[in-house]
DNA sequence: CTGACGAATGCTGCATGCAGAGTGCAGAGT
DNA sequence: ACTCTGCACTCTGCATGCAGCATTCGTCAG
């Protein structure tokens, strides 16, 4: 585990970071430093370091003097999700300002990889494309501070990505958000940006977010209903 | 400066912030942990978690292996305002979606500040009620995400405050925002949330962050024409 | 049997020890 | 006189010691 390359606060910060995303440490779960510090053979000052990144971007909570997972309740997921509508539309606003030949092109990859045909294990390299096609766009926007929110929002989401998947992609989850839709979203946001139209832009960025909140809230209607027995 | 409240680390981040802000730790100033911790007359210990705090909401930056103070060009500063443009709008929208009848007299008192007839010294009051009425906007919104990334731009923006009171108020800056335009801008964001209307409060409070960009942007090139001696 | 009080344990925050890395200055060699 | 090398100092990161606080468990009394 221990490398003598980045600081090992900085190891043990990525590590806690994993472990909270893949929800090996569950939503709730009660982080002990002493344990942790035990577990990747270093001693508590780094471990304790590591946690203090962790609060500061709110992959950890503090709950009475107890520093806990955070259990991210759908609302919160909503909201992150109306900054990210905020966030993404302006970087989509800045990029289409900006973007060169060559972020376009690549730009234009990543829309493909929705075209392809569905495949099951396809899923996390569909998130991955989105992830990507997203990530371009606040790197083309060229705002350092809102690129670091964009990160911030994204880290915190990615804790319910399994969730999200799932909830997305699974025709059984009772709502009826299609690949395509995303497609088809991400390509109006790809139009505005490659024709330099900065409020077309913005405004497909927002839509697209517009969506999935809907999409949220929907399956978090038809869980609602599932658990009152309907 | 010790006392047994809040955690010592948490005083040190509020002391080395202030000190940040107040300028008493000027821009590109290298961060020397034993000497805050010898003036302080506390351990290195919790002078250095104060610092990993810091550096995560970017009030230090890391600097081929020092912490500095950053040194903000007036290009952050306008960054920053475009992701403010981006959450003010969201915060407004939200804002007038669910303000009650109590918070918003709260926000009419806010808007009278800007009424009072002008005086030399009201600058600080000015910019206490400026920072009372988007403050309240966010809390309304009730969006927890967004309210904590609103506090990271404030708190970032915050250190060039004495530079933009000045230049915002500052008839000699070259430009011609006046007070009078803020206030109507304001009241303009204050209608429409209090009509309950988001489109319109989502638009007023990016109109306002829009001028108040524009007027920097004027600054700056004021700033740029003097330096090449115009 | 239950409730309350006290002891023991576990954990965290702060202090300090220790070692490695970077920096600057000085002295020696060319 | 200039440069290169080496030594000393400073600072930071990690480890560990120490003490206070809370929680829990056990025991004793009602």
Redesign the pocket.
Known sequence: M?S?GP?????VYSHIRDRIVSGTLEPGR??????L?AEL??????V??A?VMLKERGLLEDD????KVPILKLEDVIDLYWCRMAHDGLASRLAAERIGAKDLKQLETYLRAWETPEREDDLSALWVSDLNFHHLIYRVAGNRHLLRFSELTTELVSVYRRNTIRRMTDPESGTNRSRNDVRTEHEAIYEAIASRNPDAAEEAARYHIRMVIQHLEQADLVIQSEQVGL
């Open positions: 221990i003598r600081a090992l606060r900085d190891q009660v982080i002990v430093e002493v344990e510090a053979n270093v001693s508590r000052t780094p304790s370091n946690l009475g003097g107890k520093l």
